[in-house]
């Protein structure tokens, strides 16, 4: 019966996938929404329905809703109704792919907002499904249990997060249609306002190269009319410099193969036939619909089997590097697992971490980073035999399954071993990364299986393991699982778990630094996070930061530290005196402050605080700026728009680089304190520490030394012309009742010498 069902239910898979392809965009809806009736009768639910996010308002509406006879329907209710409302249903979403709430009454007291929700639509338990657009969640398929308590066995639950990822892939055709209407019709409105020629570009399997839009001053500038070039738009390309072509064309193909915008320069001959240099900028989007007319005739039908295609590698394969996924990974190691038994021999799972990975997408960019991927996903495939798999998990972790080895375990560990070192070997040689040289090294972790007792991610969780201790013990090894280091892991979960109960039970706390001028006089602050754990006691934030970015929790620890810091000022702006006058800073982790919805919170937490945004300064470090940099520097403007001021925390410490120094909205750098440590014992620190003091006054920047600790560094600081600093000399972190009394009464003793 087990078997039945299952097949049942990857025969319902593979008819949502291929039935969401075929439809055009104008038959979507309805086809999502037979979907989702049928879906519903399945799981016996008394409502199914598709609730989408709209990102502009950051507000949630329901599209599509199917109910039993005798069920009142929701959709009228749930229209443009703010995010904000339910922040711990869009939290767990986040984290967990599958939400499911088996009794409404139960929800816990942060959850009061989505209680009296649920209560008022009559349900008892729910069962949700975050549908993920590049990494967020811009949907939720919803199952909603109005007399029944409802809980999911382990398959049901794949079952619906097969549906939800591929239901996914039919909202983001959605998006990029809606998308596509918006772009056309800005064109012809703007296009006779803009001083240059406004176009659309596109390009067809075949080579043929048309401008579908293109304004009528390209005539002015080229001679050529736009009637012509809508229908082949290669008179123009032959107008190019030949010298520039090539570079030129080389852009559009990397633009289009990468779908990422480019920005480029060619010469070429005006009408008059003077010779101009020309400036071409464009955004990529694929076309999310078929144009077609049952007359007989051939067509061509790329763009509708590539949107089959699609749907189908986002079920089973990575988009970056080709490989398998998780999905795929399970099915081939089900396959292994019964080989293995079969032919009584052994099989590996080997995890492979890139060492230092961080470092070339600081240092290079993204699309850097992608290319070593892509290379390394190459190398092992030209490495191990046919029938070996080797999959990508995302990021720089790559999982191979490799079978036929001996019975005996160490005669297979030996082989194994070998298999691996050669793998090791083909990834230590030289990168070229887009004419960048690099050279890398991994470190992999194996487990062996002989049958079925074992599966597939207790086996990643081993070779995880064992990949960790490749890595302490000096990187680019090769190491076997070890039962011992299963204690490892469950205390890494059991800090995570503690982590969690801290953010529900308010365990963190905000802890205040004073940052002073060269008077000592209090200026400043920046907020702390502490964590005293009852079971632990106070746990270093060098060890449950790192945590809470790796498991997704920074977002909610984030938020959590900005709300209470806000607060604060607000409570201090209040109060009036010496505390109201402070600018407090905020660290900001890369992954919140590269969230679309970023300054958006800022702004909703600024309302509801009362807070006053010239006293908060928002604290990035370098990894925050290796990203899209016309998107960081939009969302710095913004932030600054507001009256916050932005500081660049551990200056010098990074992959520095003086170009985006001078084209992002900074006020500040913080130079880190591993200069001012030994600043009076070792020259070189002290020059790099001169050096950024003189690049900020250069380019009307303040800046702060963090880490003063001593009088005689303070007092060589202020030689070099510092005048902000921080650290033990002037005050630890305090608690913020012990630090208001620490600035009253040093504003009190200034009082006094002035007396």
């Known amino acids: 019966m087990v078997s039945a069902v299952t097949r049942e239910q990857k025969e319902f898979v593979y008819r949502l996938s291929l039935g969401l392809a075929r439809s055009k965009i104008d038959q979507l809806d309805t086809s999502v929404h037979s979907f989702i009736a049928e879906l519903g009768d399945k799981l016996c639910s008394d409502r199914a329905y598709l609730i989408t996010f709209e990102e502009a308002t950051q507000t949630i509406s329901i599209t599509h809703e199917a109910c039993r006879n005798g069920v009142t329907p929701q959709r009228d209710a749930i229209q443009n109704v703010p995010m904000a409302r339910f922040q711990w249903l869009m939290g767990q979403l986040q984290t967990l792919p599958v939400l499911v709430i088996p009794e409404v009454e139960e929800l816990p007291s942060e959850a009061e907002e989505e209680k009296l929700e649920f209560q008022r639509e009559g349900i008892r338990s729910l069962v949700l499904v975050g549908l993920k657009l590049e990494g967020q969640v811009r949907g939720i398929l919803g199952f909603d249990f109005l007399q029944q308590s409802r809980v999911l066995d382990a398959e049901t639950e794949e079952f619906v997060l097969q549906v939800g990822e591929v239901l996914g892939a039919s909202v983001h055709r959605q998006i990029l249609a809606s998308r596509n209407v918006r772009f056309e019709n800005s064109l012809y409105r703007y296009s006779d306002q803009f001083p240059g020629v406004i176009f659309q570009f596109r390009m067809y399997p075949g080579g043929h190269v048309t401008f579908p839009f293109i304004s009528e001053k390209v005539e002015d500038i080229f001679g050529l009319s736009a009637d012509q070039l809508s229908k082949d738009a290669q008179p123009l390309l032959n107008l190019i410099k030949d010298e520039d072509k090539a570079s030129f064309l080389e852009k559009v193909d990397e633009s289009r193969r990468c779908m990422t915008p480019f920005e480029t320069s060619f010469r070429a001959c005006k009408s008059d036939g003077t010779m101009a240099w020309v400036e071409a900028r464009s955004v990529p989007a694929r076309l999310a619909d078929d144009s077609m007319t049952w007359h007989g005739y051939f067509f061509d039908v790329t763009d ?27 099915d081939r190691l089900a396959q292994a697992l019964t080989g293995s038994n079969r032919d009584h021999n052994h099989g590996a799972l080997v995890f492979i971490d890139l060492d230092n990975f961080k470092n070339i997408n600081d240092s290079a960019g993204h699309l850097t980073g992608d290319e070593l991927l892509v290379q390394v996903g190459e190398r092992l495939k030209n490495t191990v035999r046919d029938w070996d798999t080797v999959a990508r998990l995302g990021g720089d972790e790559f999982v191979l399954i490799l079978k036929g080895f001996p019975a005996e375990p160490a005669d297979a560990a030996a082989k194994v071993e070998k298999v691996c070192e050669k793998i090791r070997d083909a990834l230590n040689e030289p990168y070229d990364l887009n004419g960048i040289e690099y050279t890398g090294t991994p470190s992999i972790g194996i487990t062996l299986f002989y049958d079925h007792d074992t599966s597939l991610e207790e086996l990643l969780s081993q070779a995880d393991m064992a990949m960790f201790r490749a890595k302490e013990d000096g990187r680019n090894c090769i190491r076997f699982y070890d039962c011992m280091m299963q204690k490892k892991v469950s205390e890494r979960l059991a800090l995570e778990s503690d982590l969690r109960v801290a953010l529900r039970k308010n365990q963190l706390a905000v802890h205040y630094q004073v940052l002073v001028n060269e008077k000592g006089e209090p200026v400043g602050a920046e907020a702390l996070l502490r964590w005293h754990c009852p079971g632990r006691g106070m746990v270093s934030p060098a060890e449950f930061i790192p945590l809470a970015e790796e498991t997704g929790l920074i977002e909610s620890v984030g938020y959590w530290v900005l709300e209470d810091v ?4 607000a409570s201090w702006k209040e109060r009036g005196g010496p505390l109201s006058k402070l600018q407090v800073s905020v660290n900001v982790s890369a992954r919140q402050f590269h969230l679309p919805s970023f300054c958006s919170t800022v702004m909703a937490l600024l309302r509801k605080t009362g807070a006053s945004p010239r006293n908060l300064k928002v604290e990035i470090t370098e990894s925050a700026l290796a990203y899209d940099l016309e998107l960081v520097e939009e969302t710095l403007r913004t932030l600054r728009s507001m009256g916050i001021r932005i500081s ?20 500040e750098l913080k130079i880190d304190q591993g200069f001012v ?59 913020a009742l012990e ?4 600035i009253e009464q040093a504003s009190g003793d200034r009082k006094r010498r002035a007396w």
Not at 739 to 742: D, P, V
């Open 677 to 735: 440590r030994d600043i009076l014992d070792d020259p070189n620190d002290a020059a790099i520490a001169e050096t950024i003091l003189a690049l900020a006054s250069a380019l009307k920047l303040s800046a702060v030394a963090e880490g003063v600790e001593t009088k005689g560094q303070l007092e060589r600081l202020v030689r070099m012309g510092c005048t902000r600093f921080q650290g033990y000399h002037f005050s630890r972190p305090l608690p």
């Open 304 to 330: 509708r089997k590539q949107s089959e295609s699609e749907i189908e590698k986002l079920a089973f394969y990575d988009p970056l590097t080709g490989l398998p996924n998780r999905r795929l990974l399970r």
């Open 739 to 742: 630090f208001e009394k620490l």
């Open 566 to 569: 806000l607060s604060r000022i």
């Open 648 to 667: 660049l925390d551990d200056f010098g410490t990074g992959y520095s680089s003086l170009g985006y120094l001078k084209r992002l909205s900074l006020d």
